[in-house]
């Protein structure tokens, strides 16, 4: 299997645009994660889902913030408008369900810049 | 209080030794409890798990467990330099729901040869 797979790798864009990160999780997976990682908060859990629906969206920071999975092998994450505060590395991860024991597989991440 | 609070470092220690990285949680009700190692630029990938009080060994690194003092903490004998790296504790099940895995900030480890 090739992973959890993230794109893009990079992004940079101007403050008020639309941002999309997308994610492929492990074939399989029922359970995917989106975090975002700063210096000064380490790895946030953004929003998870089990089985495509949302469970816990809690650590979405604002309205700006939305995710979906619209079928088992991809999700988004959009942010709209993007805001210099915005620039972090963003995760996704899937694990499979049905167990306290199952690892979480991250991606490579996408490291958003807002200029 | 945190979810899952670890000390940010740097930690320090000289080839060979043993380094020892510790962390706390909040919720008693966390299942599962994992350690991830991220090198610099890369992503988190998993070095261990454990969800019974006690010891659990995997050559160089053992995870400890004590779900009485909601305390969980990962040994890594005969470091090397290559394990210098940021080490993340996360927690699973917290705050009941199953799959909610929560991470700590991370601890910097500098192995100096």
């Known amino acids: 299997d090739a992973g959890v797979i993230q794109s893009p790798r990079h992004e940079v864009t101007e403050m008020g645009q639309e941002v999309t990160l997308r994610c492929k999780p492990i074939s399989g997976h029922n359970s995917l994660f989106w975090y975002r990682q700063t210096m000064m908060r380490g790895l946030e859990l953004l929003i998870y889902?089990?089985?495509?629906?949302?469970?816990?969206d809690s650590g979405m920071p604002e309205d700006r913030f939305s995710a979906k999975m619209p079928n088992a092998s991809f999700s988004t994450l959009k942010i709209q408008p993007s805001e210099p505060r915005d620039s972090a590395v963003y995760f996704c991860?899937?694990?499979?369900?049905?167990?306290?024991?199952?690892?979480?597989?991250f991606g490579q991440g996408t490291r958003l810049t807002v200029v | 209080q945190k979810e899952v609070e670890q000390n940010s470092g740097p930690l320090s220690v000289p080839e060979g030794a043993i380094a020892s990285l510790n962390c706390t949680y909040s919720?008693?009700?966390?299942?599962?409890f994992f350690w991830y190692r991220q090198y610099s630029g890369k992503s988190p990938e998993l070095i261990m798990f454990?969800?019974?009080?006690g010891d659990k060994e995997d050559g160089r690194f053992t995870a400890q467990l004590n779900k009485a003092s909601q305390y969980v903490s990962l040994l890594i004998r005969d470091s090397q330099p290559s394990d210098s790296a940021t080490y993340l504790c996360a927690v699973k099940g917290y705050g009941g729901a199953t799959n909610k895995l929560i991470f700590g900030t991370g601890t910097l480890l500098a192995v100096q040869p």
């Open positions: 991860a899937s694990s499979p369900t049905g167990g306290f024991n199952t690892e979480a597989f």
């Open positions: 889902f089990n089985n495509n629906v949302p469970i816990d």
């Open positions: 454990i969800y019974s009080n």
């Open positions: 919720d008693r009700g966390s299942q599962s």
